[in-house]
């Protein structure tokens, strides 16, 4: 069972960087190049929409038919980009994608909390948190192998057997879930609201300058609405212990914080050709570099039994990652030279393990702290919902950042590395309020 959820969110981290490697061929091939950011931006919408819609689809489907929809849409989505004549229509194929994506991604810890037993949920969360990082790795190696050949249209196709494929054979080997009523209600209010501003967000990186700041302080006032009308909500997108005096609103924030390393990703290889005149090729791997870090670091946390020692992993974790930051920070104040390149290299990958260590114990906690399996569902499936959000804010400003530094790569990279420290500092506090407020919380054995 492990082995589908795994690949569908393979699938869905992949896809991401796949298709940024195809993107100048399809550009060439079909124009659109006003469109370029677009094609990020609409996958990573409709994946939010669609991982909230989790709960309610799995509680009136069960597990097997969702996952199959799932898979179905991602393998249409992928068909349409396929045959695409024309950007607009590629556009299309994204949003169903995405709308696969999400679902496949909110299936995957859902069903994780519902089929496994709970010793089972550590080991389960490390191996989808993984794919994250094997998926950014894999993405840009097989996208640019297509797009050597000038095959773009066959990479999506190939990609479409895959996801069909995948959903037959989830209708046998996932675990039949019994159908709950109390599930089937679809937080439509809240799903507008946070889609909105997720929306919002990620529009923010790619609409004109003098828009940015509309778009961000919109995204801001939508999440600030969201939190509003879902604590007010019958029926929220978040479990309505979430609002309040226990720990879980403590373990959201926390996921949506430490996960925003991966931002990183987005300039990297931006920074490894003009600072370190690295080939596309070269410079796409340096920014793989903080998700092959995660990866590891994320199956070896799982080894990780006693619940006071999950404790201290969890805490490191940010802490790691704002060293890592620190590090990077101080290395553009040194000549360019392979060293410096090295040091990069490991200050990245020690900064994506950060990530890494403490990501598995914070969803497997998340996972614990509701009783009843509706809200269990409602909260596992908004654990790649938190780290989406959080990844959003972080890219807007990120965006900001960069561009602010422009006079110089290096002043560039060096104002991104402050806000991912500030933010992964913040992490840190967030990580320390749910333990404290919640002693019990490792008690729950990954």
Avoid: C
């Amino acid at each position: 069972m492990i082995v589908v959820l795994a690949g569908g969110m393979l699938l869905q981290a992949m896809n991401i960087y796949l298709t940024s490697a195809l993107m100048p061929s399809i550009v060439t091939d079909i124009g659109g190049q006003n469109y370029y950011a677009w094609v990020t931006t609409v996958f990573i919408v409709a994946s939010v929409a669609a991982t909230m819609a989790v709960p309610a689809v799995l509680g009136r489907l069960g597990s097997r038919a969702s996952y199959l929809i799932a898979a179905g849409a991602f393998g249409i989505g992928s068909a349409i980009a396929a045959a695409a004549p024309t950007m607009e229509l590629l556009l299309v194929g994204r949003l169903v994608q995405g709308v696969g994506g999400g679902m496949l991604s909110g299936l995957a810890f859902a069903l994780i909390r519902s089929a496994l037993p709970e010793q089972a949920w550590g080991k389960g969360t490390a191996i989808i948190s993984a794919m994250f990082g094997i998926g950014t790795l894999a993405g840009p190696t097989i996208g640019g192998a297509f797009a050597q050949f000038d095959a773009w249209r066959l990479a999506f196709g190939v990609i479409a057997v895959v996801a069909i494929g995948l959903g037959i054979a989830a209708t046998s080997i996932l675990p039949r879930s019994p159908r709950s009523e109390t599930a089937t209600r679809l937080p439509w209010s809240s799903l507008v609201v946070l889609t909105a501003a997720v929306a919002a967000l990620s529009v923010a990186g790619v609409v004109p300058g003098g828009w940015f700041w509309v778009a961000v302080i919109v995204g801001a006032a939508l999440l600030i609405a969201f939190v509003a009308v879902d604590r007010a909500a019958r029926s929220g997108v978040l479990p309505s212990i979430t609002y309040g005096a226990g720990t879980l609103k403590w373990l959201y924030i926390a996921l949506a914080l430490t996960t925003t390393v991966t931002v990183s990703e987005a300039f990297t290889p931006l920074f490894g050709q003009r600072i370190f005149t690295l080939v596309p090729f070269a410079a796409g791997f340096l920014g793989a570099t903080v998700s092959a870090g995660w990866s590891v670091a994320a199956l070896a946390s799982a080894r990780v039994k006693h619940p006071r020692a999950q404790q201290r992993v969890a805490l490191a974790g940010p802490a790691i990652t704002t060293v890592a930051m620190l590090v990077l920070i101080l290395l553009q104040f040194v000549p360019v030279t392979p060293w410096a390149l090295t040091g990069w290299v490991v200050a990245l990958v020690v900064a994506g393990a950060g990530t890494g260590l403490s990501n598995p114990h914070l969803s497997v906690w998340v996972m614990s702290s509701v009783p009843n399996d509706a809200d269990g569902a409602k909260a596992a499936a908004a654990i790649p919902v938190a780290s989406l959000i959080g990844q959003a804010v972080v890219a807007a400003l990120g965006g900001t950042v960069v561009n602010a530094g422009s006079s110089s790569y290096s002043h560039a990279a060096s104002n991104l590395f402050i806000l991912l420290g500030a933010v992964a500092l913040l992490g840190l506090f967030a990580v320390r309020a749910s333990t404290r407020r919640q002693p019990q919380l490792g008690s729950h054995h990954g």
